[in-house]
């Protein structure tokens, strides 16, 4: 099986083993008329929109603890298509979350801002892990969660005490990659600090802070994989 791993549960996770292959995508081949005709429609709806450079899995499965997988850069038009059609495309999504943990153990995550295709959405900040983010052609987790916090925060967590190890959750829409990154500070600091950088940007990519204090506190926007990330915070596992 091209994706083998278990679905809607919480799993450990010691090692990620993904590997970015030099080829395409094959859907990215198979879809090359569909691509460009669907993102003229995007863009004509939201001229904000930025043809980047994103990786998408065509290989994903959970080995002794362990995510071993295969990606391939495609262009952010070639994942905008996809979304659309997910099932039976030969292609998942895999991001990560750096879960920022507030000394008084609250969770801070982030409203995503009007202009972005997430608008309203309330998850951790993050991002789609990008070339960049590849170490001699393996995905380095951690350095997209620093560098995706800081562009869309300022925090910088690098010196951020971290869990012990990572965890993810497989689902129909996708596998987060998440970790615990504990900042000392209490959650409206942290908050303060994340609405003053939001402020002094031209254009912000996100609207603003969001405090979540239990398990109960679900605000209104909530990504939907957010809620058993919160979940599995606030009942102590991990």
């Given at each position: 099986m091209r994706f083998d791993l278990p679905r809607n549960v919480i799993l450990p996770v010691d090692a990620v083993e993904v590997r970015l292959d030099p080829g395409p995508h094959p859907f990215a081949l198979e879809n090359a008329d569909a691509i460009a005709e669907n993102w003229q429609?995007?863009?004509?709806?939201?001229?904000?929109?930025?043809?980047?450079?994103?990786?998408?899995l065509s290989q994903l499965a959970w080995r002794d603890n362990r995510l071993v997988g295969r990606c391939h850069a495609i262009n952010y038009s070639t994942f905008m298509l996809w979304r659309q059609q997910r099932e039976n495309t030969g292609a998942e999504h895999a991001y990560a979350h750096a879960m920022l943990v507030a000394g008084d153990n609250a969770l801070v995550?982030?409203?995503?801002?009007?202009?972005t295709v997430s608008a309203g959405r309330v998850y951790f900040a993050a991002g789609s892990f990008e070339p960049i983010d590849f170490r001699d052609g393996l995905v380095d987790v951690d350095f997209n969660m620093i560098r995706e916090v800081r562009e869309e925060t300022g925090l910088?967590?690098?010196?951020?005490?971290?869990?012990?190890?990572?965890?993810?959750?497989?689902t129909a829409s996708g596998t987060v990659i998440f970790r615990r990154y504990h900042v000392t500070a209490p959650a409206d600091?942290?908050?303060?600090?994340?609405?003053a950088f939001v402020a002094s940007e031209t254009d912000p990519e996100i609207e603003g802070p969001v405090i979540i204090r239990d398990a109960a506190d679900l605000p209104e926007g909530l990504s939907p994989h957010m809620k058993p990330l919160i979940e599995w915070h606030f009942s102590g596992e991990g």
């Open positions: 429609r995007e863009i004509a709806a939201n001229p904000a929109l930025f043809d980047g450079t994103v990786v998408l995550a982030i409203r995503m801002g009007p202009h910088d967590l690098s010196a951020a005490r971290r869990g012990v190890r990572y965890h993810a959750l497989s600091e942290i908050a303060r600090r994340i609405s």
